[in-house]
């Protein structure tokens, strides 16, 4: 198995709420969702999916409990001003900023918000990483 991620799919519970947030952040849904049930960004070479969780849980043959599923997802930028620019934007696009930006314990800075749907976002600034011109990480 190579190592690499192809596809994250967050399930969420109302499709046209995710997709309108995640547009309003700028991103670009690559499909017709409405006529697939499933919406598709292109992330810098992988993909998000927004999908029903009720399918998602059944397609992934697991019980939905309804909490946190114990992952946190997280988007690097180059500067700790850029992290609350960053927040502020999902903000205005329907976040709620659980965590403002500060320095971090390992010598960074970040924040934390949670789409419409519940599903944490980490926004960071590592100085120990490279980001790329297209922002891959470089560790």
């Known amino acids: 198995m190579q190592q690499r991620v192809s596809l994250i799919t967050l ?13 309003r952040l700028g991103w670009t849904v ?11 960004v292109e992330c810098g070479g992988m ?8 399918a998602l849980a059944a397609d992934s043959c697991v019980e939905d409990g309804g909490g946190w599923g114990g992952v946190t997802l997280a988007y690097n930028v180059r500067s700790p001003q850029e ?9 205005a696009a329907g976040a709620t900023v659980r965590r403002a930006g500060a320095p971090t314990p ?11 749907a519940g599903h ?3 926004v960071a600034h590592n100085p120990f990483w490279a980001l790329d011109e297209d922002g891959a990480v470089t560790i």
């Open 47 to 54: 993909a998000v999916a927004l999908w029903s969780r009720a």
């Open 106 to 116: 390992w010598g960074g800075y970040s924040g934390v918000f949670l789409d419409v």
């Open 11 to 23: 399930g969420v519970p109302s499709l046209p709420d995710a997709v309108g947030f995640y547009e």
């Open 30 to 40: 690559a499909n017709d969702w409405r006529a697939q049930d499933v919406a598709f």
């Open 83 to 91: 992290v609350d620019a960053v927040l502020e934007e999902a903000r």
């Open 120 to 122: 944490p976002w980490e």
